[in-house]
Every structure is written in C-alpha cells, then in structure tokens.
C-alpha cells in the first residue's frame, strides 16, 4: 500500500480464536474492521491494509457480551431504590467485562422512563436498552410495585411503541400479593406492543404457582429471569425439576439466570443442569449489592458455568447471541460481515478458582474467563494490558497521542464511540 492509499481496514485483530454462535466459528480466524461494522473474518488477513494490527494470539475473539438484567439508572439520587441508589452507571461495569450491550431490567416505568433516557441513556458509551416496567413509577419498592393501580398496559405499550427498539420488553417484577394482575397486564402491554416480558415472579403464592405461570400466563418468547432462584418451586422436594419448567420450555418461554444478590443457587443449578435443563441466557441483575457479592460481573458469572460443566462454546453462546435473540435486535450478539463491530477479547485463565452462590456456598473452578481488550463500534474502549499500544520507549521522547481516532477510543482526542 502506497503512502497516498487508504488502508482497507481500521483495526485488524489477528491470531485470536473466534467463536461465533450464529455463524457456526469456532476456530483460530483473523478479524478486520471499517467504519465500526465487521469487515472480514477470514484464516489470514494481510497486516499491511490495516490501519492498526493487534496480536491477539492465544484469546478468545467473541461478539461483544449481551447482559439483558441490569439496573443502571442511577441518576436520581433516590435512596434504597432501583431507579436510584441500587443502580450504577453502566460505563463503569460494561467495557472491562467485555459487555457492550445491556438492557436495563425495569428500573424505569412510563412515567419516568424519558428521564431514565435523558440522563443514563443518552449520555452512556455503553449501549442501553430497557425492559419498561409495567409499574408506571418503576422499581422503587413496595409501595410502588404492589400498586395494582399504577400498572396501565395501554399507557406501558405506547412508550414502548414510542422507543421502539430502545425498550426492548415489558418487565414485572418484586410484586408481593397473590393477584395475576402485574403478569396479566404486563403481557397485555407487551402483546399490544409486539415485545416479550420478562417476569421476576415476586412472592412465592400458592394461588400464582409457577406451572401456571410458565404454562398458561406467558407467551411463547416471554423471559423467566432469576430461574435458579430456587425461591418460586422451580426444583421440588425430591431434587428433580419442577415439570412446569420443562412445560414452560416446551411452549418456547425463555429461561434466564438474572444471577443477581439473592436469585442463585448452587444447590438448584447443579441439580437443574444435571438433569439437562440449561439457562437459555446469562445475566447479571447488575446492581451495588449483586456486583459486591456472589455475582460480580458478567465473566465471573460466566465462569461459573464452566465450572457447572457448560463448555466454552455453550456460554459464549447464551452470553451474545442467544440475548440477542431474546430482545429481538438480531444485528447484535455476533460478527456477521456488516453487524456493528462490537467485539470482546477474552482470556480463559487455568487455576484454582472459587465462585460463591447467593448464600455465599462456594464451588471451585478451573477456569475462569478475564477480559483482555473490549471493542464498541469498531473502536477500542478497554484494553487490560495495553496489547493494543505501543511500548513508551519505542516512541519519540515528546510523545503525546498515540492512538487514532479511527480505531481508539481510550484517548481524550478520541470521540465517543
């Protein structure tokens, strides 16, 4: 390529080992970007029509992670409250897991989701979807969630329709009586709406037992989050799961982990994964009290399934694409030439290792997965160890950036991405 030649490609990671689920990889292939969209995937790519070359021999080249249950809105100031002071601002927790799409799980309703967007939405790198509580006033406690009167499905699915795309599902959660009502109304939304629910089931209640629930009460696509809670009857006395989770899988409701600090067991996933009844996806429940407990971030999460006997593969898999699938933004979750070049490098670290569970019950690993570089839009916005610069004493001696705005967003002269 000649000094006036433009190169064909931004940013070209070679060497790594890329498994892509909806594309059926799972092999040592090189990786090229352009304009923030996936270029090449290819055996060998030319060095030379790269602006910028990384070396990522011996990593893992994944889409970049899906968490479809986190609470990040975190601007209000309100206490106790998970459109408040029980969310974090996802830049923070996203890029150094490898996460470069979440979906916030309810935190908002219609009645403040517009503030949510202004101040944590808009203004993240990070890009944040929403699941719309169908609590008007969001995920603010009791007194908020148990109010039947402030669950109107009409006025849920016209901000949904309104956001189409942003809001991604309708969410029910935390409610403590025995009424069908929030579950009922929250899949009347979501049906106007044309998008899944996704149901916290709240208090256990012998009059909303969770065959009907799983069975009858939700359509085909809908989301149990937190199914290895144990708390809801999802494994019987006798150790075997309940057949309502088989019966609700049957009819294609969607099974997620939504881990968080009190919705996982390893008294209940060992036995339930044993028997063959695998999470659909992985999420966190991201919040102050799931990320400073058993959960930690996404990657620990995922490490646990390792640990639990799921391959690499198996996780990668319910950790990007399939979400993906789940929220209905197929474009995402893989490195399809020309999807959005949102890339994870991970390393699968060999040791000993130890997980805890909600109950701080701890298993021990042998692998767990570390991210090594994170990529938004064909630009880098977390690199661990730097494998992506320059050593300092190969450049001049007054050196001052050392990126490109084409391929780094880890400088101060680069934009967001």
């Known amino acids: 390529m000649s000094a006036f030649e433009q190169p064909q ?9 890329v498994i892509d689920a909806k594309n059926g990889i799972n092999a040592v292939r090189d990786l090229a970007i352009r304009n923030g969209l996936i270029a090449a995937v290819a055996e060998h790519i030319d060095p030379s029509t790269a602006l910028k070359t990384v070396d990522v021999t011996g990593l893992y080249v994944t889409p970049g992670l899906v968490d479809i249950h986190v609470h990040v809105y975190a601007s209000t100031g309100e206490r106790n409250s998970y459109a408040g002071d029980n969310s974090v601002f996802p830049d923070g927790f996203t890029f150094r897991s490898g996460v470069t799409t979440v979906a916030d799980a309810g935190s908002s309703g219609a009645r403040n989701f517009e503030d949510f967007k202004q101040h944590v939405i808009d203004r993240s790198k990070t ?9 008007g006033a969001g995920m603010r406690g009791p007194k908020y969630e148990d109010n039947l009167a402030d669950m109107d499905p009409q006025t849920a699915a016209d901000i949904a329709k309104r956001y189409r795309g942003l809001i991604i599902g ?14 009922e109304h929250a899949v009347e939304a979501g049906t106007m709406a044309n998008i899944p629910v996704m149901v916290d089931f709240g208090a256990n209640k012998p009059e909303r037992p969770i065959q009907v629930l799983l069975t009858q009460k939700l359509r085909p696509g809908d989301i149990y989050t937190h199914c290895y809670s ?6 019987l006395p006798d150790g075997k799961l309940n057949p309502g989770m088989w019966d609700g899988r049957k009819r294609g409701v969607i099974f997620d982990v939504g881990h968080g600090g009190g919705s996982f067991a390893w008294r209940i996933a060992a036995p339930a994964i044993q028997q063959g009844f695998l999470p659909d996806s992985i999420s966190t429940d991201l919040h102050i009290g799931s990320m400073n407990a058993g959960m930690k971030d996404m990657l620990n999460l995922m490490s646990k399934f390792l640990a639990l006997g799921l391959s690499l593969d198996e996780v990668i898999a319910r950790s990007t694409w399939n979400p993906a699938r789940e929220i209905h933004h197929d474009e995402l979750g893989n490195l399809s030439i020309g999807s959005p070049a949102d890339v994870s490098v991970l390393r699968l670290a060999e040791g000993t290792f130890g997980f805890t569970d909600m109950y701080g019950a701890r298993m ?13 839009a064909g630009r880098i916005v977390y690199d661990l160890n730097g494998v992506s610069r320059p050593d300092w004493k190969t ?12 391929w780094d967003a880890l400088n101060p002269a680069s934009k967001k991405p």
């Not at 944040?128 to 509580?133: E, I, R």
């Not at 144990?230 to 494994?235: A, I, K, P, T």
């Not at 042998?366 to 990529?375: N, P, R």
């Not at 450049?395 to 490109?404: A, I, Q, S």
């Open 9 to 17: 490609y931004d940013l070209l990671l070679r060497g790594g080992h």
């Open 127 to 135: 890009r944040v979807l929403a699941f719309l509580n169908i609590v």
């Open 170 to 183: 309708i969410k029910t959660a935390h409610y403590s009586g025995p009424e069908w009502t929030p579950v």
């Open 230 to 235: 144990g708390l809801r009857n999802e494994l």
């Open 364 to 376: 021990q690993g042998k692998q767990k997965l570390e991210c090594e570089m994170t990529i938004k």
């Open 395 to 406: 450049l001049p001696p007054n050196y001052t950036e050392v990126g490109d705005p084409r």
